[in-house]
């Protein structure tokens, strides 16, 4: 059986790499695949990059506001094109009032600051198995 495939990225023009790369890391010793599409990233891209590699679930890092704009328009392509991915926001500066308006777009869980490690490996797990068995 394939392992749960996550695929990370990060949105525009936020440079903060260090958590991605840490939630990679985490996601790997939780025993995952992970994709790291890096920076610089549209919404167009990492749908694209998803859909190609056949991902699981679809993380965001956000370590500036960019996510604020960018989140909507994944979403919205997603279902215009009928991909249905399980897609993860965490990071920083992500506040309760943000998580709640995310939640509403359809975004599948969000980490906030101090979010726990064991919880995020769990989500991340569940979602991906959840995504695993009903993609056949």
């Known amino acids: 059986m394939r392992k749960i495939r996550v695929l990370i990225g990060i949105f525009g023009l936020d440079q903060h790499e260090v ?25 167009s891209k990492l749908m694209r990059i998803a859909v190609q ?4 679930v679809i993380g965001v890092s ?39 308006v995310l939640k509403n777009l359809g975004i599948a869980a969000v980490f906030g600051p101090g979010a726990a490690r064991e919880d995020i490996i769990a989500t991340i797990s569940e979602l991906g198995a959840r995504n695993k068995n009903t993609a056949g």
Do not use: Q
Not at 62 to 90: A, F
């Open 19 to 43: 958590g991605a790369l840490s939630v990679a890391r985490m996601l790997i010793d939780g025993g995952m695949e992970v994709i790291y599409a890096g920076r610089f990233n549209t919404p």
């Open 53 to 56: 590699e056949d991902v699981d």
């Open 62 to 100: 956000c370590h500036s506001w960019e996510y604020i704009d960018y989140t909507p328009e994944l979403m919205e392509l997603m279902k215009k094109e009928g991909v249905d991915i399980p897609v993860v926001l965490g990071g920083s500066v992500i506040t309760p009032a943000d998580e709640l």
